[in-house]
């Protein structure tokens, strides 16, 4: 069983990816964050985790919802996060986590894909060529990882911890955390088509768009991830100023 998380479908297509190959079953987090389940695996049933690196650790939303999942079962873990660059102590919080529910984690591997942060100065998406050679990469990468999948293999961890990974993870991300994930700063411009593709693609269904002005207005539950950003057709949503310019990324099946 595959839970994933995904904003712009990097992480979409490595559960997809992992579905195929291993034939788990896959769901998408924001659809069962309400569900009171207890899931039951069957024998020789691994249970998977995807996500993107956000902060160079675990998304909030993700890292509760493993907190408290109830699940049986639960002899093989593993966890596959993408990233735009690398992942800082992603591992070592994925591990903490996972000792908190009494499970070994067998494998742990970051997938380097194209990059979707844009709100602070500095950060953009990758250019054309960049994008083509990393997304060529992943496909390489996630043979080796369904390979070690298939094949039930334990210790194998590869996940990109970068430079500077202590000061990223221990002291970037939890200022990040606290001020940089919020809905604020979004807005339309006047190019906005009223269109409704931002209201549709939310996955927390956090945008409705005015009964006024017909523009997205976003509350309360956002996470960060940026599919509005990226899928607005007329590249009208921004955040802030920090956004001006910058570019849109989603990921195409190949
Ligand atoms: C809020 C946010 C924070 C991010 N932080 C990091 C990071 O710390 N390190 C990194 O390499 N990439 C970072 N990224 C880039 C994404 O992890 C990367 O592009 C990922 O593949 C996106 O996956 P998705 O398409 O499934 O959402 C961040 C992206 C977002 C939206």
């Given at each position: 069983?595959?839970?994933?998380?995904?904003?712009?479908?990097?992480?979409e297509?490595?559960a997809?990816?992992?579905s195929v190959?291993?034939?788990d079953?896959?769901?998408f987090?924001?659809?069962?964050?309400?569900?009171?389940?207890?899931y039951?695996?069957a024998?020789?049933?691994?249970?998977?985790?995807?996500?993107?690196?956000?902060?160079?650790?675990?998304?909030?939303?993700v890292?509760?919802?493993?907190?408290?999942?109830?699940?049986?079962?639960?002899?093989?873990?593993?966890?596959?996060?993408t990233?735009?660059?690398?992942?800082?102590?992603?591992?070592?919080?994925?591990?903490?986590?996972?000792?908190?529910?009494?499970?070994?984690?067998?494998?742990?591997?970051?997938?380097?894909?194209?990059?979707?942060?844009?709100?602070?100065?500095?950060?953009?998406v990758?250019?054309?060529?960049?994008?083509k050679?990393?997304?060529?990469?992943?496909k390489?990468?996630?043979?080796e990882?369904?390979?070690?999948l298939?094949?039930?293999d334990?210790?194998?961890?590869?996940t990109?911890?970068?430079?500077?990974?202590?000061?990223k993870s221990?002291?970037?991300?939890?200022?990040f955390n606290k001020?940089?994930?919020?809905a604020?700063?979004?807005h339309?411009?006047d190019?906005?088509?009223?269109?409704?593709r931002?209201?549709?693609?939310c996955?927390?269904?956090?945008?409705?768009?005015?009964?006024?002005?017909s523009?997205?207005?976003w509350?309360?539950?956002?996470?960060?991830?940026l599919?509005c950003?990226?899928?607005?057709?007329?590249n009208s949503?921004?955040?802030?100023?920090?956004?001006?310019?910058?570019?849109?990324?989603?990921?195409?099946?190949?």
């Amino acid at each position: 069983m595959i839970f994933y998380f995904t904003g712009s479908g990097n992480s979409e297509y490595v559960a997809n990816a992992l579905s195929v190959a291993l034939g788990d079953r896959c769901v998408f987090i924001p659809d069962v964050l309400e569900a009171d389940v207890t899931y039951e695996l069957a024998d020789g049933e691994r249970l998977g985790f995807v996500f993107p690196v956000y902060a160079w650790g675990v998304p909030e939303l993700v890292a509760k919802f493993i907190a408290n999942l109830s699940v049986k079962g639960a002899e093989y873990v593993y966890f596959v996060c993408t990233c735009g660059d690398d992942t800082g102590k992603t591992k070592e919080q994925m591990l903490d986590i996972a000792r908190s529910r009494n499970w070994n984690v067998a494998l742990g591997y970051a997938v380097q894909m194209p990059n979707t942060y844009v709100c602070l100065p500095g950060f953009d998406v990758d250019a054309p060529e960049v994008e083509k050679q990393k997304l060529s990469n992943a496909k390489v990468r996630m043979d080796e990882v369904i390979l070690h999948l298939k094949n039930y293999d334990r210790g194998c961890f590869d996940t990109l911890p970068g430079a500077m990974a202590w000061f990223k993870s221990a002291v970037a991300r939890p200022f990040f955390n606290k001020y940089l994930i919020t809905a604020k700063p979004f807005h339309s411009q006047d190019n906005c088509i009223h269109c409704g593709r931002c209201e549709k693609e939310c996955p927390m269904g956090n945008i409705k768009l005015s009964a006024v002005s017909s523009r997205p207005e976003w509350g309360e539950r956002c996470v960060g991830c940026l599919r509005c950003y990226h899928l607005c057709p007329t590249n009208s949503i921004q955040y802030g100023t920090f956004t001006k310019g910058k570019g849109q990324y989603c990921y195409k099946k190949q």
